[in-house]
């Protein structure tokens, strides 16, 4: 009977010095190391958009390592290309969580690789920021999905008002184009509902393939529709395609607008005059803005031999969601499990990047995005974009 209280004393005692040690096993997290998945497009149609987003993520976890990692720890980044394909990004999702064994997937892709990917999401615990902007991302609420930046919905919304109010324009002539992709078709809904609700109807709305390289169908009638706006919802390949396509007929609308993923300096620097109408919103800050986070980009970017890597905006845009969940590692301190990562996310209160993104809050009861942008006009000149407003939100309208 004593040996056997022995025994059980032993046990205990064991068992308390267990619970009294930090854990090192959970998911993805060692005493020494962070290992983290990203599921981002790297070949492909759209592999251009993917590579320096992803680039801008795996260079500042990179830095973070550099300056001595997060509590001690280094971070390491496994980078799944999901070609732009909802099933190659769900795979993707399992092999990382089941095989590579990763603490979270920082990004699972665009809108309709994400949307695949709910289920998995919330089984597995997975916080992430998804490289894609729609509403059914944060409303209803999702636990483990942090949307960053403004929506598609709430851009459109923004440069509508644009024409309304700073062009002061009453009866635009206003021709839409699409990709037939989730932001192509949501993009456009948003716009034709912001245009109607100023009293006024869409002249055009067109499809433009993804991965065409000419939109002359596209172009001759818009001139046919005699369009003096045309708002683009594609990505900056299929931009640059359209206003070569118009620059070739000669076709000048007041302006072209474009979203987020298009405006970027590759822009004017791929298509010179032939973009010399063109306005973009963004929710990040300019490469060449002053701030003391877009210098840090810059240093970043010089550091890993990025200077050249083009499409900037993604990039920058890259380097701000890494700056993110490295703030909510520290956040999170020592017991780093998905969890204590999505409860420090939770307690970002108008974060500062340094002007890398609009402020960022998020709290237990919604994940939702900042919807500020501002807006960006090409200098042909200088082979860049330049803003020409502050962050702004939809306008209220009556």
Request: glycine share 8%.
């Amino acid at each position: 009977m004593k040996l056997r209280r022995m025994w059980m004393g032993l046990l205990v005692f064991f068992l308390v010095c267990l619970l009294a040690t930090p854990c090192f096993a959970q998911r993805g997290v060692t005493k020494d190391e962070i290992k983290l998945g990203l599921i981002m497009v790297k070949t492909g149609p759209v592999a251009a958009l993917g590579l320096p987003y992803g680039h801008g993520k795996v260079d500042y976890m990179q830095y973070l390592n550099d300056q001595g990692g997060v509590h001690g720890r280094k971070i390491e980044v496994i980078w799944e290309d999901d070609k732009f394909e909802a099933p190659m990004s769900v795979a993707a999702l399992k092999k990382l969580i089941t095989r590579d064994n990763v603490l979270t997937v920082i990004t699972t892709g665009g809108t309709a690789q994400t949307l695949a990917n709910m289920e998995l999401i919330n089984q597995y615990k997975v916080p992430n920021i998804p490289n894609a902007l729609v509403k059914e991302f944060y409303d209803p609420y999702q636990p483990y999905i942090f949307a960053m930046g403004a929506t598609y919905e709430a851009q459109y919304e923004c440069l509508v008002d644009y024409i309304f109010h700073d062009l002061k324009e009453k009866r635009p002539r206003i021709g839409v184009i699409y990709e037939k992709k989730e932001y192509g078709i949501k993009s456009m809904e948003a716009a034709r509902r912001r245009v109607k609700a100023y009293g006024v109807d869409l002249v055009s709305e067109l499809v433009l393939p993804t991965g065409a390289v000419d939109a002359s169908s596209q172009v001759l009638a818009l001139m046919n529709d005699k369009a003096d706006y045309v708002i683009t919802c594609l990505l900056l390949p299929a931009t640059i395609t359209f206003l070569k396509t118009a620059e070739k007929y000669n076709y000048w609308p007041k302006h072209v607008f474009g979203m987020n993923w298009a405006t970027d300096d590759m822009i004017v620097k791929a298509c010179g005059e032939a973009a010399k109408n063109y306005i973009g919103v963004n929710f990040t800050g300019a490469w060449w803005d002053d701030t003391p986070g877009i210098k840090l980009v810059r240093q970043i970017a010089e550091k890993f031999n990025r200077t050249e890597i083009g499409l900037t905006s993604l990039y920058v845009n890259g380097v701000g969601v890494a700056m993110l969940f490295g703030e909510a590692f520290k956040r999170a301190g020592k017991d780093l499990t998905p969890d204590s990562l999505k409860g420090a996310l939770e307690t970002f209160r108008e974060y500062s990047t340094g002007g890398v993104l609009p402020p960022v809050t998020y709290t237990s009861k919604s994940h939702a995005p900042s919807e500020m942008v501002k807006f960006f006009r090409t200098d042909v000149a200088n082979k860049r974009l330049v803003a020409i407003s502050d962050w702004r939100k939809p306008m209220e309208l009556k």
